[in-house]
């Protein structure tokens, strides 16, 4: 098992690499979301304002 995970003594950049690639997925995918639930309160905000003026 020690052996698979060296990957013949390439496994820290192996390794590093897949970490920080998870890494990026995750705040893309953190950002993405925090950006809806921006908008979206927006456009809520939007309509509502358009209802009270009406």
Do not use: C, P, Q
Not at 17 to 43: C, P, Q
């Amino acid at each position: 098992m020690e052996e698979a995970l060296s990957m013949g003594k390439y496994g820290a950049y192996v390794w590093s690499s897949f970490g920080l690639t998870m890494l990026v997925f995750a705040i893309n995918e953190w950002r993405t979301r925090a950006r809806h639930r921006k908008i979206y309160r927006d456009v809520a905000m939007r309509i509502r304002a358009t209802e009270e003026k009406a």
